[in-house]
């Protein structure tokens, strides 16, 4: 899910870009979850990195793009902010604040999607991480996004991916050891799941990618710390 806010004061604009926004998602396939503040003032308010992306009117009435851009920075390195404007002198001073872009109006579409999806490829290439398994004959390099759980049967762990089953060699304790501050948590002695897949938990199990794993008694408690501290850091 990419969280993209669009902070604009004029109601045509923000119509347009949510229009094209909808149009993207139709085209890429990509999951787009749209937030519309009406003044810059609004975001920088309460803003607590909450948005891969954001696209930033820099003319607003109460406070304009580019204050309300160093105050995002603030509390925000990482995310992407790509000005819209009419005014290119403003792209200069644009730079100062870590935009990554800036599109003058008026939007067109083919420009609106080239910028989009060069944001949405640097954000993507920033969070990917990437970890290699030992596998019969060799190794395997794999994005950490890909793996749904890692099950331990016998002398055997088993990745549980996005392509599928890969069977490989260790214990549950180092590869624990080893996803330790990936986002991954031990719901008993023969499960390690991704919390980015935990879609609930029901009675005594966790629902990973539409399959239900037994959590233990014991990890129950810090299962559930983790989930709902990972869901709080992405809501």
């Known amino acids: 899910m990419i969280r993209i806010a669009i902070v604009e004061d004029d109601e045509k604009y923000i119509t347009t870009l949510k229009k094209y926004l909808e149009q993207y998602k139709e ?3 990509q999951e787009i979850e749209i937030t519309v503040y009406h ?4 975001i920088a308010a309460f803003y607590r990195a909450q948005f891969d992306i954001i696209l930033m009117d820099i003319e607003m009435k109460f406070i304009d793009g580019m204050t309300a851009a160093e105050e995002i920075r603030k509390k925000d390195t990482k995310v992407s902010i790509i000005f819209i404007t009419n005014a290119p002198q403003y792209a200069i001073r644009g730079y100062e604040v870590g935009a990554l872009d800036y599109i003058l109006k008026p939007v067109p579409y083919f420009t609106f999607s080239q910028k989009l999806s060069r944001a949405i490829a640097k954000m993507e290439k ?6 290699t398994i030992p596998v019969k004959g060799g190794v395997m390099r794999m994005d950490l996004s890909d793996v749904y759980y890692i099950e331990s049967e016998g002398h055997n762990l088993i990745y549980q991916t996005k392509e599928g089953a890969c069977v490989s060699s260790g214990t549950m304790k180092s590869v624990e050891e080893a996803m330790e501050g990936m986002d991954f948590c031990r719901i008993n002695k023969c499960y390690l799941v991704n919390l980015e897949h935990v879609d609930g938990v029901q009675d005594k199990y966790a629902v990973v990618h539409g399959t239900q794993l037994l959590v233990s008694r014991p990890r129950m408690k810090q299962f559930m710390q983790e989930l709902t501290r990972y869901w709080g850091e992405r809501s």
């Not at 003044?39 to 609004?42: A, K, M, N, T």
């Not at 920033?126 to 970890?131: Q, T």
């Open 27 to 29: 085209e890429t396939g």
């Open 39 to 42: 003044d810059g003032d609004e």
């Open 126 to 131: 920033k969070s990917r991480k990437w970890i």
